[in-house]
């Protein structure tokens, strides 16, 4: 049995895991091989392959990033994009190839396996969480713990200068990192894409809570949030802010910003002294915490296991707290948000 591996997308602590776990499983259990490709799909396409032994996933376990490295490549936005797939994995002699990646990464793995009838399995993953069909995606855990521990350390400056901190967080288009994060560091408000709340709202709530004696807040906000006018309330109203013109190869816009423009309207309507703090690349780098070393472990067996099966077009995920294979198709459904029972959980500690 030989088998393929790939990261693709924005890297996440716990894809060593991953890849360590699929080579030991395919070599110690089924005495197979295990060969990786460079960059995601950009090496499937030119055959940038790395062998994979038991020696070369020894020691990985709890380093972040990604030993194969990854990108954002769109194999059906290049020319003869799928047809170079298919001969590399004829050149290869790949049983199967595991594509571990969030939505696009998958989205095009699941494309591969439909159109093109290549034998793809799916590992998924995000700091984001943001995937349909598993309840957790690995990265996202130790996401939300460098998040919480950045707001417990902006709540003691936040404090001993009377000051209100916005804190911008990861997320893309749901507020999972922010939700979390914010109820794990104690957030005096969150503001996510899914709950559309009014600037003249964030400002009253941080006006009621100076009026109670607190001098300082901490408002943590998801990249992705928008915000609708008082009058209409609506998210259509309002659009996301974005750090850089243009989009990806999977048409995505690179979001990031509206931690400073809050800041700036909560500074000018309140008059209270307010700092930016923006977390960006830090979420997503560094080791991985027990729990994702532990699900992208999971996740790896999970993957090797449905390559030998020649179970195809499924991706490992996880539900409650059992590991089992999906319909990878899951993974370009809707994308999973944060639902409201949640979110008024948070809410109870606003103000
Ligand atoms: O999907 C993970 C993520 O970190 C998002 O939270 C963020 O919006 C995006 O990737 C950043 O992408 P890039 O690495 O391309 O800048």
Known sequence: MRVGILTGGGDCPGLNAVIRAIVRRTIGKYGGEVLGFRFGWAGVMEGNTLPLGIDEVSGILPRGGTILGTSRTNPFRSEGGPEAIERQFKKAGLDGLVAVGGEDTLGVGYRLFQEHDLPIVGVPKTIDNDISGTDFTFGFDTAVAIATDAIDRLH?????HNRVVVVEVMGRHTGWIAVKAGIAGGADLILIPEIPVTLEEVCDTIRKRHARG???????VAEGAEFPSA???EAA???VVVSHSGTDAFGHVRLGGIGNKLAEVIEED???ETRVSVLGYIQRGGTPTAFDRVLGTRFGVVAAD???????????????DRVIPVEMSHATEAIKR????????ARTFFG
């Open 231 to 233: 009058e209409t309330k």
């Open 338 to 345: 944060v639902d409201n029972e949640l979110y008024e959980v």
């Open 214 to 220: 607190k001098r300082f807040s901490i408002i943590v």
């Open 237 to 239: 109203d309002a659009s």
């Open 270 to 272: 309140t008059g209270y």
């Open 156 to 160: 003691t400056t936040a404090e001993s």
């Open 306 to 320: 449905l390559v030998h099966g020649r179970d195809f077009g499924k991706m490992a995920s996880i539900h409650g």
